[in-house]
């Protein structure tokens, strides 16, 4: 990757991203019309008992698939599928068909889940995000949780502390963060423990967006939290990001998403402060 300085940072359009309680719901053929048994979605809401513990890695996971496997929930395919089914005809879960974002069925926390999962959860996102199941934040949310499953497929994830747990502690405690991070991540990398905030950055904000972000940064607690990591689709943003946070004295890191799908040990990652191009880890 080669970037190319520019002297001011320039204007951007900007999409916003937002969170989505959303999960994915991916057929592709095979036993039981799916590829792996872990391809499909989990529940993110029941009202009993068992379907509410069921629930709770997908709230937290935001926008999901192959969680289920992974985290050991519901583990039969036809009672999995029951679940799904029996929650949509609960007016639980809304199924969305979004063109572009996936090619199979998208499903989102309806309002009565949500105030069913208030008795689980202390933070709900009604009062943040009105459009949940928006194409923007569905892509978000989707290739959110991409990234986490590619860090546990390659072996390296020790810790994934979610947005939904980062908000809660921000705001019902004094212990919390300067900012509501995508996520907290601590991953082991030839025997050494690294933890950072994760920012996934699929679209542009305006200048004046990322200075009030950058201050923040800067003045993060380094005990709760000291590297930040932005991933970016494309290097264009990168660029953009580069600029924004240039000199900058919090230690930002920028990397590409396809680097980190690839490998994320492998990964090279610009340090923001100075351009300079590192291994991810060094950082």
């Known amino acids: 990757m080669r970037v190319f300085r520019q002297k001011i940072c320039p204007k951007p359009s900007f999409l916003l991203g937002a969170f989505s309680s959303s999960l994915k719901l991916a057929p592709t053929g095979g036993t039981n019309g799916f590829r792996k048994r872990n391809d499909f979605v989990e529940s993110v809401a029941g009202y009993s008992d068992a379907s509410t513990g069921f629930a709770r890695p997908v709230h937290h996971a935001r926008s999901t698939a192959r969680f289920r496997a992974a985290s050991g929930y519901e583990l039969n395919n036809g009672s999995f ?25 998208i499903y989102s926390i ?9 008795d689980h959860f202390p933070v709900m996102d009604s009062h943040r995000h009105k459009d949940a199941a928006s194409h923007v934040n569905l892509i978000h949310s989707l290739e959110l949780n991409r990234l986490q499953l590619r860090l546990d497929e390659q072996d390296v994830l020790v810790k994934w502390e979610s947005e939904m747990t980062i908000r ?10 300067l900012k509501n991070y995508d996520a907290i991540v601590t991953v082991n990398i030839y025997s050494r423990q ?16 990322y200075a009030r972000i950058r201050s923040l940064l800067e003045q993060e607690d380094k005990d709760k939290v000291s590297r930040f990591l932005y ?15 240039y000199e900058t004295t919090a230690d930002i890191y ?7 799908i690839k490998s994320f040990r492998a990964m090279q990652v610009f340090k923001a402060a100075s351009s300079r191009t ?6």
Not at 168 to 177: F, H, I, P, V
Request: glycine share 6%; proline share 8%; hydrophobic share 40%.
């Open 231 to 245: 991933i970016v689709p494309e290097e264009k943003l990168a660029w953009l990001l580069l600029d924004c946070f």
């Open 254 to 260: 920028i990397g590409l998403f396809p680097d980190f």
């Open 110 to 118: 309806t309002n009565v889940g949500k105030h069913m999962l208030a």
């Open 194 to 209: 690294i933890s950072f905030a994760l920012e996934y950055e699929r679209s542009p904000k305006k200048p004046r967006t």
């Open 168 to 177: 809660a502690k921000n705001e019902l405690t004094s212990g919390g963060y």
């Open 278 to 283: 590192i291994p991810v880890i060094t950082i």
């Open 81 to 105: 599928n029951w679940r799904v089914r029996h929650l949509v005809e609960n007016k639980l879960l809304e199924q969305h068909s979004v063109r572009g974002v996936s090619p199979s069925p």
